[in-house]
């Protein structure tokens, strides 16, 4: 009998930017089949490769591996413009991925009325720090069933449906932003889609016959757990399900195709945007960590708000994720630095310890973190490919980051090329990250 294929979900457990991309670049070598099944151009994923950065937004990151199937599910909102401009990107490196790329026809399609929408909000008193990109608005009219998905385009739906949605966006906004017509609207959408038609599918059925027939998938989250409309710190989240439920409604799949769950974590704690942030370094040592690290946005380039390891927070995307085992990524940026804090729980204002992250958003703003320090390293980590060769201190920090988070680590990254970094002693991720 065929041994059956293990299928992993890889997920951000933090607010995002974990570096999830260069863990599916390094896995996806591995897999048949590498899926996005949420989110949209808010994304940013960086793929290193001979020291060139490669910055994804919609296309999964297996995009770089030429044995890889890329599949994009139903979840996801897209826009279509940005997708052209990824594709071009992608072509000028010698990397066409037109015929082994699969678009669902469900998926929904980012408007310029979302976009308007989305910063129409953003330029009031109830901000969160979107990225701008009209991801909200996009899933918002999917819920409220006004939305328009990549297959309308085969009929007069689109049109319809996007006059609909202008309608209802001028609406709210009420003449404050120009909007465009939506004939104008419809034309350049259907020109877009035009030449990706080949793409378009059905996504659920082609996943469900790759897994009967015994083949590998990588799920690729987008986002992360913290930034979960369910499981994050409403309201300053995203729109989507980034955490593992999403990846079941974004895909059509059944829960028992999944054999893991890799979580990614930084080795310390970044956020953008506005909202709950306990373990934030609003000093020096953040701002190091935010140089050393080149804590910028990918999307927007704006400068993320750094912190410490919340083993809190990893302890909650845990639990909600059901994590098999931890990549932790960056740990080089926290080379050189003479302590390192983790914080272990909170305080309220009463003095109370509170073990588990608040539910309401508006419980956040009077905690504060007990940060517990150990001792940095000297000797840097930079580009290190073994265990043993880590500093005995570095060990220390990664064996209190399990302790604390009661969940093994399974890679290390040491540095952005793909090469940097390593599988821990008797890992399970030994067989795809050598
Ligand atoms: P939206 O997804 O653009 O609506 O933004 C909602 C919140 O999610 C904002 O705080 C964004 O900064 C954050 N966000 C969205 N996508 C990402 C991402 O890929 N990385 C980090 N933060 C993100």
Request: hydrophobic share 35%; proline share 5%; glycine share 12%.
């Amino acid at each position: 009998m065929r041994k059956p294929a293990e299928n992993i979900a890889i997920l951000g457990l933090q607010w995002g930017d974990e570096g999830k991309g260069k863990l599916v670049d390094l896995l996806s070598a591995n897999f048949q089949h590498v899926v996005r099944f949420q989110g949209g151009n808010n994304a940013g994923h960086t793929v290193v490769v001979n020291g060139e950065s490669i910055a994804l937004h919609q296309i999964p990151s297996g995009a770089l591996n030429p044995g890889c199937f890329l599949v994009v599910g139903s979840g996801v909102v897209l826009n279509i413009e940005v997708l052209h401009q990824e594709l071009e990107r992608l072509r000028e490196r010698g990397i066409d991925v037109g015929k082994r790329l699969l678009l669902s026809s469900n998926a929904h399609v980012v408007l310029p009325y979302h976009i308007a929408l989305d910063n129409w909000r953003e330029s009031g008193s109830d901000r969160i720090g979107t990225t701008g990109r009209g991801i909200g608005p996009a899933y918002e009219m999917k819920a409220a069933r006004l939305g328009v998905r990549l297959g309308d385009f085969d009929s007069p739906n689109a049109i319809i449906r996007i006059t609909s949605v202008h309608r209802e966006v001028s609406r709210i906004i009420d003449g404050s932003t120009p909007l465009p017509p939506p004939e104008k609207v419809h034309q350049n959408l259907n020109s877009l889609i035009q030449p990706i038609k080949d793409c378009l599918g059905d996504a659920q059925r082609h996943l469900l016959d790759a897994w009967r027939k015994g083949e590998s998938i990588l799920f690729e989250g987008a986002q992360a757990t913290m930034l979960d409309i369910d499981h994050g710190t409403y309201p300053f989240v995203t729109s989507s399900n980034c955490s593992i439920g999403g990846l079941f409604t974004g895909t059509g799949l059944p829960p028992k195709v999944l054999t893991k769950v890799f979580g990614v974590a930084k080795a310390y704690t970044t956020r953008v945007g506005v909202g709950p942030f306990p373990s934030e370094l609003k000093d020096s040592t953040g701002e190091h960590i935010r140089q050393v690290g080149h804590e910028f946005g990918t999307t927007t380039g704006r400068p993320r708000r750094c912190g410490w390891f919340d083993a809190v927070v990893l302890r909650h995307s845990c639990s909600v994720n059901g994590v098999d085992g931890l990549g932790i990524m960056k740990l080089d940026v926290l080379d050189g630095l003479d302590s390192i804090g983790i914080v272990k729980g909170y305080k309220d204002k009463s003095g109370k310890h509170i073990a588990h992250l608040p539910s309401a958003t508006y419980g956040w703003e009077d905690i504060e973190p007990i940060t517990e320090y150990v001792d940095g390293w000297k000797v840097p980590t930079r580009g290190i490919k073994n265990w043993k060769d880590l500093p005995t201190q570095a060990r220390k920090y990664l064996h209190t980051l399990e302790e604390a988070i009661e969940t093994k680590i399974v890679y290390v990254s040491t540095g952005p090329d793909r090469d940097s970094g390593l599988a821990t002693p008797r890992s399970w991720a030994k067989n795809w990250l050598g």
